[in-house]
Nanobody
């Protein structure tokens, strides 16, 4: 599975962005998908995940109520709608895919990774 993330950019605090992650090589319909982010000097952290069915989503406490993850299996694409962005959301955002029986917010459980897209939020 090859993943291509896009949609990042430079925005002011309070603005919105929508990230996309398109898969090629295999259908995503049986993969759990996740978004992670890594800020300079910090470890990569979990942001959101969606089960392969698209019915169940999970979010880090820091983004709950502001970010929404969704998927369109017909388009082999997952999205991360980010609203009310804050400067602390600044990071490189990565999408990832895994086959699993249960949900995971642990990056090492994910098998495939996109190249990352930069999100910068100015105050």
């Amino acid at each position: 599975v090859q993943l291509q993330a896009s949609g990042g950019g430079l925005v002011q605090a309070g603005a919105s962005l929508r990230l996309s992650c398109v898969a090629s090589g295999r259908t995503l319909s049986r993969y759990d998908m996740g978004w992670f982010r890594q800020a300079p000097g910090k470890e990569r952290e979990f942001v959101a995940a969606v089960r392969w069915s698209g019915v169940i989503t999970y979010y880090a406490d820091s983004v709950k109520g502001r970010f929404t993850m969704s998927r369109d299996n017909a388009k082999n694409t997952v999205y991360l709608q980010m609203n009310s962005l804050k400067p602390e959301d600044t990071a490189v955002y990565y999408c990832a895919a895994r086959r699993g029986i249960t949900y995971s917010d642990y990056d090492r459980d994910y098998d495939y990774w996109g190249q990352g897209t930069q999100v910068t939020v100015s105050s």
